[in-house]
């Protein structure tokens, strides 16, 4: 707490006059946040995790983004950023469950594709096969030799990103949990928060994702794509969003496998990252992998 005082008090003429005490949040598995009151305002510290640039996090792009989406009014407004976190505006707000995201998904789908066509420029890219790669090298450089499931998780990026037709790159969130999408108290609207993974990516994987994350089911899944858009989607837009679902899944097994060895959060990062392993062992035997990789190659 020593240390959260002191950036505090370092943010006073800045944000104000502290005011009480600063008050833990729960909810975060890569950084710690708090509740703080200064110059009159409720605002949230965050404080940035352990090592985490070598999850692929790039802060510069973290803070354009969220920028970015307050000024769409998707994402709470960024008031302020310092060595080793940034600071938003608090929002009264409601967690949501897997259901309820799923319920408003015509809602979210507006509010990413906002995003997605922002003219918002991230200094860092989003790219799963890449990204796979950097946690392989990453876990080599720390003595730690990468399970046999993560090089099969590589090969499955690697072959449907090769299966794909090419996506322009766009400003992604990449990191759509049940924890990340809240609904404001005031307004009832859905918002969108914490952007640490937001970076120049394909926009099909945020909604892969965010209906994989939030156990979607078929009805779901066509309701995101319609809103998403504007029209009945095609064969290979839903093959595509079965394949970025699988992407997801690759990508969140991996990184459960890296904080493991990185993170000093109290947290089962084994575990999570095993329960993405059984899922993406779940939908490669089953069959619907290969119509999916050749349905998705047709034109849309």
Known sequence: MVELNDIVHDLEPELGPVEGRPEPLEGGITNRNYRVRMGGQEYVVRLHGKDTQLLGISRESEARASAAAAELGIAPFLAARFEGGMVTSYVPCEGLSERQVADRAEEIASALRSFHCSPVELPSAFRVPELLEHYARTLSERGAEPPAALEDARQLAETIASALPPSEARPCHNDLLPGNVIREAASGRVMIVDW??????????????????????????????????GAEPSRAQRARLKLMRVMSDVRESAWGVVQARLSDLDFDFDGYGERHFDRLRRTSEGGALESWLSEAAERT
């Open 196 to 229: 640490e993974y937001a970076g120049m990516g394909d926009p099909w994987f945020d909604l892969g994702n965010l209906a994989v994350n939030n156990a979607f089911e078929e009805a779901d899944d066509e309701r995101l794509l319609r809103a998403y858009h």
